[in-house]
């Protein structure tokens, strides 16, 4: 077998687990509105485990819902009664061989008082973390006490309910964590000041789940071994806290990183190169004889592989690669690597769970819905019909792959000599990168799948009419979207698409870049390494609320580093022949940029223009993604997979619509 240390058996503690690749755990929202496991639930977790993966570790899971609520559907064990849940969930990951682990949780001070009805928060000291803002009120130690019997009490629960082992969250700020941070734990009785003082809570979980669980209770701890945090843990005290926890007796590390003060380096944005903190676990492995696992940005199949034929790790966690893709190690096994969806890093999954909705995936449309749309019914033989699509970007291949999975028969019309349309526009290198991971994966499906791609063809209603299709998706995208100001069209203003797509070179000059976003800072980098004089100017689109603040200050810092004059808070006024006019927000005063080029990324606008022609000679057609207006990969695929899976009943309500 090509992969053959990705498929050997691995064992943690005495439990043998069918191959390496481990689903670590991610908050989905899915649970109920009490904690409960609910059939969504369910069926996002059995996907992955019919995927092949080797074993789950389910989210974290709260021990005590008054105080250690992280997340607005978070699921519980603090109660007897969340366990029929638990077991159904055991159940169904069982199904496929798979095995299942609960990761044990309490937030301390990364709650908010919002979460846990107004009351305040608590810590091991009343050490505010920054993200949060809120001030913790200390534990008592009697508090401490009866949160390690709580800890203990959840793992008997999920011993009960079926689940073959426990992970303690120890990791990521979090109120284990906390306890183990020289920055978070400032205490000065036997639960803070020494080493082995701030090791004692987390030893009394340790040992109270091996005293009610048993010896072969499989237990791994998750660490952040490097807080990324001015007086936090850093790898050196990773390290010891790690070979301190095998004396204790775990069977498993799960080595990470970061708090909600170093989100940034806990969740990563589209700028880290695949597996960057792969070496704190090959630091780890080095100190430590029990089962390590490594995480972070793992996606391609070799990667994993040679993570651990180089010994780095004994286990690969993937975590958002399962988001969008559950089949991967399927896929992986059977040598259609090609095929793996891979992520792309886009934090669309963190911001739909942060935004109070459950976890969706930019490129999977099915993620967290598993249950509204299950696998595909082909047509009868007898209903084979032609479906034309004009767009060849993310919306309209999706929809061209999920109608050829359904059986129909694809057209598909692309004005340009290549497929992936606004993708393209993605230029920082590494994010580039995971972006063509995306445009390879829906390229090579519609070869896959024989659906009939005709490049460089702009369709007209006549290439349209002639097939004379059952229906027809216009995914023709949008167009730069220019802002309403004197001036927008003078010679000198240019859009981004004229310097990413059609390379127009400008050099040495003095350029004004007007915008924000992913694609926006891509093209101020891109006039900036050519040798001009850069003037960023920030104006806040709709793209740009798609990116978080972590991420848009590493791009802001990496803008500054290459001289780019960054301007923000100020809003465009007017353009000039020579200069580009704007206003402070905040004073009112206004400033002049000189500016011999112009160049605007503000996003872009519906580009749609066969819809109206095309209305009286077609029954059955249908816009979707940027042609429609929605403007984000997310919003796109979505549009193309539920308008193919639900082809047939969209045409069948508007023909019912049509007789009222």
Known sequence: MHYKNTFKQGKIGNLTLKNRIVMPPMGTNLAGIEGEVTD????????????????????????????GKGFVRQLRLDEDRFIPGIHRLANAIHKY???????????????????????????????????VGEEPRELTTKEIKELVNKFVQAAVRCKQAGIDGVEVHGAHGYLINQFLSPEANVRTDEYGGSFENRMRFLKEIIVGIREKCGEDYPITVRLSVDEFIDGGIDLELGKAICRYLEK????????????????????????????????????????????????GSIREPQFVENILAEEKADFVAIGRGLIADPEWVKKTKEGRE?????????????????????VRCSINARTGRELEFKELQRLPSNKNRHVVIVGGGPGGMEAARTLSLKGYDVTLFEKENKLGGQLHLVSDPIYRKKMTWHISYLSNEMKRLNIDVRLNTEATVE???????????????????????????????????DVVLQGKVFTKNKVTVVGSGMTCHGTVRRLAEAGNAVTFVEIPTKASKRIGSDTRQRLLDKLKNINVDIVTDHKLERILPNSTIVQDLVSGKYR???????????????????????????????????????GSLGEATRDGFEKAYLLESIVTQDREKGKL
């Open 463 to 497: 290439d349209i009419t002639a097939y004379n299709p059952y229906a027809v998706l216009l995914a023709t995208g949008g167009r730069p979207r220019l802002p309403q100001v004197e001036g927008n069209d003078l010679e000198h203003v240019y859009t981004y698409e």
């Open 97 to 131: 061989g798979a095995k299942a682990f609960v990761q044990i949780h309490h937030a301390g001070r990364q709650s908010n008082s919002s979460l846990i009805n107004g009351k305040q928060i608590v810590a091991p000291s009343n050490v505010a973390c920054a993200a």
């Open 338 to 358: 090609a095929e793996i969806r891979k992520c792309i890093n886009c934090l669309h999954c963190l911001h739909s769970v942060t935004g109070n909705l459950h």
């Open 592 to 630: 002049e940029i000189e500016s011999e080029y112009v160049i605007v990324a503000m996003g872009i606008e519906a580009y749609n223009p066969l819809e109206e022609p095309l209305r009286d000679k077609m029954e059955n057609m249908f816009v979707l993604g940027d042609a429609v207006g929605y």
């Open 40 to 67: 969504h639930l369910i069926a996002y977790y059995e996907e992955r485990a019919k995927g092949g993966t080797g074993l789950i570790i389910v989210e974290f899971t709260c021990i005590e819902y008054e105080y």
């Open 248 to 295: 204790l007796g775990v069977d498993g590390l799960h080595i990470s990183c970061g708090t909600y003060d170093s989100m940034d380096k806990m969740i990563e944005s589209p700028l880290f190169e695949q597996g960057w903190r792969v070496y704190l676990a090959e630091e780890v492995k080095k100190e430590v004889n029990i089962p390590v696992i490594t995480v």
